[in-house]
């Protein structure tokens, strides 16, 4: 298994007024994707439902 080389960064867009969820490569900080902050929560409940349903006690 691979493990991840990545860095998640918290930043504020001034243009849009609100807040980006930046991914970037852990040893160039290229960027590899930016999400708004509305992304950003879909793609966190998403990985909360699937980490419930991987990792669920009452089985």
Known sequence: MNSFSENIKFGVNDKAD???????????EKKIKE??????????????YVLGVLFDNKA
């Open 18 to 28: 609100s807040i980006v969820v930046s991914v970037m490569e852990q040893n160039n």
């Open 35 to 48: 999400l708004s902050s509305e992304e950003a929560s879909k793609l966190f409940k998403r990985l909360d």
